[in-house]
């Protein structure tokens, strides 16, 4: 059975993707949040992953989009 | 997943080991008992097993856990084992421990439960409490708790974005005033920095050391020429002080020629030789006789009256000793002094040739101290003149250096921390976003959830309470505080009302009923265990009958259903086939003690109590079958007549005997009342019809045979004596025949619905019961 924080932990992360705001592909994301185990140092790392990535790879990322 | 058994050994009411065997062909499970007779028992096993809950003691704060075992059982031999066909789930109670030991540890079957006190709970709690009833169904704490860490990662990022701020502003107000001190040269502070920070100094780093060698090594010179001076001071002291005792001593000695301190010496000598012999009468020079106390005692008159003459030659000794001990460190002084002065020639020797008046120094300084140190006090003025020149160059030399290296840090700092607000800000910016949607994200997806369950719910309770002007359910969570669960719903014209306001108690509970059904039913994949312990008091027979039909229309969104209960009506629904008999597992439980513990018993249901009767060879009992047959018979034609609309005697309880209902049947219907039963096609749909059969002979048979039913199963008569046993065998066969007719022999229930407007038929269509009303 799908546990409800799973469900919403998958759209979150889904959300959060579309957004660019992360980019880890894993479910280990999911995991975590859906297991209430996700803290600080995580969210920073999730989210300097995309902000440190070299702009290049970004402007053709959006070229692509 | 199906059930197959539950075992349960000295766990509350389980006295004694106990046995529950499922019929695993059927979804739901019925345990009916009458209070106390192990009900609660029964689901408290499963949800201990299952989940960390504690079943109904969760509900009483003040009950001592350790009383989960059986009374009169010893401690470790509580044990409750569930066998499915997916695996085998143990749980048990070890020595003192008032925990459940698992096995296996995780992966137990997916089990809701709802007992009466959570729609209590649910109905009458505030909108904070009825969050909470609903935790177990709606908990997203966990998301929760990840939002908070955002939140917490969203404040530390801001937290050092502010620093790094006001760093980067410190860094450029330092630069900026250094920039302008010298005249904010290159139009433009950061151009002018980079270029600073450019500059070679290794140069001036090299030339600032050599001048700092310099003023290190006259400095030493400086030191040393102070300690000369201290030790000279001593030395001289030291010289005076020898020359005072040394006149003393003269005087002394030329005062009394006699007494040297050489005799003193021979005198002490003699003594301690005289005072170590044990036995002495003659003089070891002259041999006359002597006494040795008295030549002893004579010593010592001797010695003592030379203590002025010793005191002197001793002041003499050791100020002899001071004044050599002060020449000895005055001549290390002056050595370490020459070793210095030779190294600082070495040293300036290059600066000769532009310092000329150092040129004595530098040519005069050879290896000899005495002589170097000469030549070192007659050029000390130069040299003190040079070290000045010396000492300025290289505060210049340091100064130029401090600021190249503090424009260096500066600029440093400036493009470091730059960089790092820049990547701070943007970090800011995601994680305040990324806030926004967790929080969103969480709100919503709740507020869909309630939406999607208030629908659920509102459809169940229409199925319960249609027609009646109610239902317009809605959940939802308030706005303005954290976790409060709102509920309305509507009453006739008045709209978005709380519900427990105006609906009745028992439209209160079938509303909890639904709230939590909807729920469980919404997390369940269809493997969830669902348990409805005695969840139903009060309701009266139509919608007892509706919720009864929801129950099997949600059955196969789950696993199992067990449903336990105390409300006779209930059972006697199943029991007289006015519910889905057939689709129930009916267990009773007997009276309980603390001797038997649990009895589970088979429960049967009427008509197969009569077959039983009529098939048992080894006794025939007349008044049981003749009572069971009018029994039945009555209740079949309490249905037909009730949707019929038949004509029977006006009475105040409704409580028709079976003459008046047969009588009710009026000769119109009886001309077209006929049955048909149908047989499944290949996609399982009852089709073909397979039998058609006119009721009225049935009717007529049992007409003239109902007074078997009073004289015979109903009251003690000699008419009752008379009738034959041929009589009551027909009787009780004739009622099983018209059972047969009517019900339902997949479902085991009536048939009670109008589907096409023609006919009556059963929920699964095998039956079709004709005509729709009576002509």
């Known amino acids: 059975m799908n546990n409800i924080n799973e469900i919403l932990a998958k759209q979150i992360v889904d959300k959060l993707k579309e957004e660019n705001l992360i980019s880890i592909t894993d479910k280990q994301l999911i995991t975590k949040l859906a297991n209430g185990t996700m803290k600080e140092a995580d969210w920073k790392i999730a989210l300097e992953e995309i902000i440190n990535r070299p702009k290049v790879d970004t402007e053709r990322k959006d070229e692509t989009e | ?775």
Request: aromatic content about 6%.
């Open chain 2, 1 to 775: 997943m199906k059930l197959n058994s539950l075992y349960i050994k000295s766990f509350r009411g389980a006295t004694q080991p106990v046995t529950i065997e499922f019929d695993n062909s059927k979804k739901i499970t019925m345990l009916f008992a009458e209070n106390g007779n192990g009900k609660s028992t029964i689901a408290d096993a499963l949800i201990c097993l299952c989940t960390d809950k504690m079943g109904s003691l969760d509900d009483k704060s003040s009950v001592e856990k350790s009383f989960l075992k059986s009374l009169g059982t010893g401690t470790g031999e509580t044990k409750i084992t569930l066998n499915t066909d997916s695996g085998v789930f143990t749980t048990s109670i070890s020595g003192v421990a008032k925990t459940f030991s698992k096995t296996p540890a995780t992966g137990q079957p997916a089990l809701k439960f709802l007992r009466r006190s959570q729609i209590i709970d649910l109905i009458n709690s505030q909108a904070s409490d009825r969050y909470t009833a609903l935790k177990d169904y709606l908990d997203v704490s966990n998301i929760y708790s990840g939002e908070e860490a955002l939140r917490k990662t969203s404040r530390e990022v801001e937290k050092d974005l502010g620093n790094s701020v006001s760093t980067l502003q410190s860094a450029n107000d330092t630069l900026e005033k250094c920039w302008k001190e010298e005249g904010s040269p290159e139009s433009d502070m950061l151009v002018w920095a980079k270029l600073q920070t450019e500059v070679d100094l290794s140069k001036e780093e090299a030339a600032y050391k050599v001048l700092a060698e310099l003023i290190t090594q006259w400095q030493a010179i400086g030191n040393k020429q102070r300690e000369i001076n201290e030790h000279q001071a001593a030395v001289t002291e030291s010289k005076k002080s020898l020359d005072g005792f040394a006149l003393i001593l003269k005087n002394l000695e030329a005062s009394n020629k006699k007494n040297t301190p050489a005799l003193l010496v021979l005198l002490q000598e003699a003594k301690n030789y005289i005072s170590a012999e044990p036995i002495i009468n003659k003089c070891p020079v002259c041999e006359n006789g002597i006494v040795k106390e008295t030549v002893v005692n004579s010593l010592d008159v001797q010695i003592k009256s030379m203590a002025v003459l010793q005191k002197a030659a001793k002041d003499v000794d050791t100020a002899t000793k001071a004044r050599d001990r002060n020449v000895a460190i005055l001549n290390t002084a002056i050595n370490g002094m020459n070793n210095l002065l030779i190294r600082y020639k070495g040293s300036i020797s290059k600066y000769a040739d532009k310092v000329p008046e150092i040129a004595p120094f530098v040519n005069g300084i050879k290896t000899e101290a005495d002589a170097n140190y000469s030549i070192y006090v007659a050029s000390y003025k130069e040299l003190q003149a040079l070290f000045v020149r010396i000492e300025k160059s290289a505060v210049d030399k340091k100064k130029s250096i401090d600021q190249h290296t503090l424009i260096k840090n500066q600029y440093n700092s400036i493009t470091q921390n730059s960089e790092k607000v820049e990547k701070l800000a943007a970090l800011k910016t995601a994680a305040t976003n990324a806030l926004v949607i967790v929080e969103t994200a969480r709100k919503e997806f709740y507020d869909n959830e309630l939406l999607s369950i208030s629908s659920e719910v509102e459809q169940m309770y229409q199925k319960i309470h249609p027609l009646e002007g109610l239902g317009g359910i809605k959940l939802f969570l308030n706005p303005k505080f954290k976790n409060s669960l709102e509920l309305q719903a509507n009453f006739h014209s008045e709209q978005a009302i709380t519900p427990q306001s105006v609906y009745s108690e028992s439209h209160l509970d079938t509303l909890g009923i639904c709230i939590f059904l909807a729920l469980a039913k919404k997390y369940s994949d269809g493997t969830t265990v669902l348990i409805l312990d005695d969840v139903v008091m009060s309701v009266d027979e139509n919608h007892l009958d509706r919720f009864i039909e929801l129950l099997h229309d949600e059955a196969d969104n789950f696993a199992h259903i067990i449903v336990t209960t105390h409300y006779r009506p209930w059972k006697d629904r199943y029991r007289n086939n006015r519910a889905p008999a057939s689709n129930v597992h009916f267990l009773e439980l007997r009276t309980w003690s603390t001797q038997n513990g649990i009895r589970v018993f088979n429960g049967r249901i009427a008509l197969d109590e009569l077959r039983q009767m009529l098939n048992d060879t080894g006794s025939f009992h007349r008044e049981n079958i003749s009572a069971a047959s009018g029994r039945i018979l009555e209740n079949l034609l309490d249905f037909i007549t009730l949707k019929f609309g038949c004509r029977v005697p006006r009475k105040p309880k409704n409580d028709y005997q079976l003459s008046e209902l047969l009588d009710g049947l009026s000769k119109e219907l009886l001309k077209n009342f006929k049955v048909e039963h149908l047989e499944k096609d290949a996609t399982g749909k009852y089709t073909s019809v397979i039998k058609q059969v006119e009721l009225k002979p049935v009717i007529d048979k049992l007409k003239t045979l109902k007074a078997v039913r009073n004289q015979v199963g109903a009251h003690f008569n000699f008419d009752g004596s008379l009738v034959n046993d041929g009589d009551i065998e027909d009787f009780g066969k004739t009622t099983v025949e018209f059972a047969e007719l009517l019900i339902c022999p997949e479902c085991g229930a009536l048939p009670d619905r109008n589907k096409t407007g023609s006919h009556w038929e059963t929920k699964t269509g095998s039956i079709k019961l004709f005509p729709l009303v009576e002509p």
